[in-house]
């Protein structure tokens, strides 16, 4: 069974850090990009990073630009999130997702493996 497997949410205070792993499970995902989303209360699911496997990277602008870092480890076949100075309005459900392809993809609907979600509480 093909599965991303996340791990390393949970609650923090505001302006702390907390790092989110996805790992690949069944099949390997080192020749896909991989994406971290979010999804909060009432809101659509936005994209945060994504990263393909020779390492070309974009963190999306907006209120994650500087906070948020993502990261790759192709000997694990695992994507991190790095999350600094977190604040209240970062709580979310958290997500990975792969796709299989070459160039960076933006929309939620271009992914096709997801992770089963990770709760981010960020307490003022």
């Known amino acids: 069974q093909v599965q991303l497997v996340e791990s390393g949410g949970g609650l923090v205070q505001a302006g702390g850090s907390l790092r989110l792993s996805c790992a690949a499970s069944g099949r390997t995902f080192r020749r896909s990009v991989m994406g971290w989303f979010r999804q909060a209360p009432g809101k659509e699911r936005e994209i945060l990073a994504a990263?393909?496997?020779?390492?070309?990277?974009?963190n999306f602008a907006g209120a994650f630009k500087g906070r948020f870092t993502i990261s790759r480890d192709m000997a694990k076949d695992t994507v991190y999130l790095q999350m600094n100075s977190l604040k209240p309005e970062d709580t979310a459900v958290y997500y990975c997702a792969a796709v299989d392809s070459f160039v960076i993809r933006t929309s939620s609907s271009a992914y096709d493996y997801w992770g089963q979600g990770n709760q981010v509480t960020v307490s003022s």
């Open positions: 990263v393909n496997w020779i390492g070309a990277n974009t």
